[in-house]
């Protein structure tokens, strides 16, 4: 099985950087340092006018909790639609309630925005009480694919996680496995978990991406 390996990049030098390395998908976002935000329409549409591979806009207005306000809901719905006009591939989101679950009605009306299965659930997943209540709830919903690390720290602590989550959607949710992954644990985590794809962020290292892309393939 080819996996497929997805970058966080915050620049179009970072996206360049992952193209190089051999990246099969970028995710694109502003202020990695609290986790990504949705980047700026100049940004998006430079990357887009550079690289031929998929590109993913982060839709997040700020950092902190993913509990969010009507009017940042708002927000979010419009950011959507300006990065799917620009010609983004799709969108990276994220929405709990007060009680870290999956934010159903909310996360059900940003995703009919973009068309379910170009949405991607993102490590907002990881604060929920119960992955396999939060992965039902996203199948309720019809997105493609969650980013996680299973819980855990890294993807390959979560591993084995994982491996049971990849188990209970059964093919019908993607798992995206993110946290620390490397070069040097990409291979093992892909191993233990049974995952297609892995996400790891670029900053302007394309020896990084290229080394998880070398783990992988031999994996």
């Not at 719905?77 to 006009?85: F, G, K, S, Y």
């Not at 068309?115 to 907002?124: C, I, M, S, Y």
């Not at 996203?138 to 980013?147: E, Q, T």
């Not at 394309?206 to 892309?213: M, N, P, Q, S, Y």
Request: proline share 3%; with cysteine.
């Amino acid at each position: 099985m080819t996996i497929l390996v997805e970058a966080a990049v915050e620049s179009l030098d970072d996206a360049l950087a992952a193209v190089e390395g051999g990246a099969d998908r970028l995710e694109l976002c502003a202020n990695l340092s609290v986790g990504g935000t949705t980047p700026e329409q100049t940004l998006i549409a430079a990357v887009l006018a550079r690289v031929e591979i998929p590109v993913f806009a982060m839709i997040r207005p700020r950092g902190g909790s993913f509990v969010y306000s009507e009017s940042e809901t708002d927000r979010m719905r419009r950011d959507i639609e300006m990065a799917l006009d620009l010609g983004v591939h799709g969108v990276v989101l994220g929405v709990l309630d007060s009680a870290n679950r999956v934010d159903v009605p909310r996360t059900q009306a940003l995703a009919s925005v973009a068309g379910g299965r170009r949405v991607t659930f993102h490590r907002a997943f990881d604060r929920t009480p119960d992955v396999f209540a939060a992965a039902d709830a996203l199948l309720s919903i019809g997105v493609a694919r969650v980013l996680t690390s299973g819980g855990a720290p890294s993807a390959n602590e979560g591993a084995d996680v994982l491996s049971s989550l990849v188990e209970h959607v059964a093919g019908k949710l993607g798992v995206l496995a993110g946290g620390g992954v490397r070069g040097q644990n990409a291979a093992d985590t892909v191993r233990r978990s049974g995952v297609g794809e892995v996400h790891a962020r670029c900053e302007r290292d394309a020896g990084r991406i290229r080394a998880i892309k070398d783990a992988v393939r031999s994996s």
